[in-house]
C-alpha cells in the first residue's frame, strides 16, 4: 500500500485513514512498531501534531498501544475492536471467526426462538426470498456470504424486538466477514441445510425446534471451522 503525501483539504482524517488502512490492510503487522512521528510527518507531509492526533486516536480505539520511550506498536486485532463503526473490518483471525461464533450461539439461539414466535406472513415471505437467493447463488461464495448475512438480520428483524435489532446491525460488519470466512472455508451446504430448517420451525411457529435448529447449526459450523482451522 504505501505512504503517499497528503492533501490539505481534511488533513487530520485523511492522516488517521491512512494509517488505519496500513494496520488493517495487513501492511503493519501485530506487533510492529510503526515509524516515528517525525518519520510519519516527513512521508505524509504534515505536521508533528497532526500524526500525534491520528496515532492517539487510533490508540484509544485499540489499534496501536503505545509504549513509553519505545514508540507505537501495532496490537493484535480482536472482534471487540471493530465494535466500533469508524473502523472498516476487512479481517479477523482465525481465533477469532471461532470467538464470533461463539457469541452466535449465545445471541443467535434466543434470537431464532423469538422469531418463531412473533414472525408475521411478511417476515416468513422476506425470509423465503433471502433462501431463495441462497440457493442460486450457492457456487458463489461472496455473494452467498451476503445472502446468509441477510438471512440472519431479517431473522433479527423478526424478533420486533429493538434491542436484538439494534445490536445486530451494529455487530453486522464482525458477522459480514466471519460469514465469509465460513463460507470460503466450508461452502454453502451447511449453511442452507440449516437455513431450510430454520425456516420451516418458523413456519410452523415451534419456538422449541427454532433454537435446537440454530444451536445445532452454530456449534456444527463452530466444529467443523475448529477442525478445518487446525489442519493449516
Request: charged residues 30%; contains cysteine; proline residues 3%.
Amino acid at each position: 500500500m504505501g505512504i503517499k503525501p497528503i492533501k490539505r483539504t481534511n488533513v487530520s482524517n485523511k492522516v488517521f485513514e491512512q494509517l488505519r488502512d496500513e494496520i488493517i490492510s495487513g501492511e503493519w503487522k501485530p506487533g510492529t512498531r510503526i515509524p516515528s512521528e517525525n518519520e510519519l510527518a516527513q512521508q505524509l507531509d504534515v505536521s508533528r501534531m497532526t500524526v500525534r492526533q491520528a496515532v492517539q486516536k487510533l490508540t484509544t480505539l485499540g489499534l496501536l498501544e503505545t509504549r513509553p520511550g519505545e514508540g507505537s506498536y501495532v496490537k493484535e486485532p480482536s472482534p471487540g475492536v471493530y465494535m466500533n463503526s469508524i473502523i472498516p473490518l476487512v479481517f479477523l483471525s482465525d481465533a477469532a471467526t471461532l470467538e464470533v461464533l461463539e457469541f452466535r450461539q449465545v445471541i443467535e439461539v434466543e434470537t431464532a426462538g423469538l422469531a418463531a414466535k412473533k414472525a408475521t406472513e411478511e417476515d416468513i415471505e422476506v425470509l423465503k426470498g433471502i433462501l431463495e437467493k441462497m440457493h442460486k447463488c450457492k457456487n458463489d461464495p461472496e455473494k452467498f456470504a451476503i445472502e446468509d448475512l441477510n438471512f440472519h438480520l431479517a431473522l433479527a428483524e423478526s424478533t420486533k424486538n429493538s434491542l436484538l435489532i439494534q445490536l445486530t446491525h451494529i455487530i453486522k460488519d464482525i458477522l459480514s466477514v466471519s460469514m465469509k470466512d465460513i463460507v470460503n472455508t466450508l461452502g454453502s451446504h451447511i449453511g442452507l441445510y440449516y437455513h431450510e430448517k430454520i425456516l420451516e420451525a418458523l413456519i410452523e411457529k415451534d419456538r422449541v425446534k427454532a433454537k435446537e435448529v440454530m444451536e445445532e447449526h452454530v456449534q456444527t459450523t463452530w466444529a467443523n471451522m475448529l477442525e478445518k482451522k487446525s489442519k493449516k
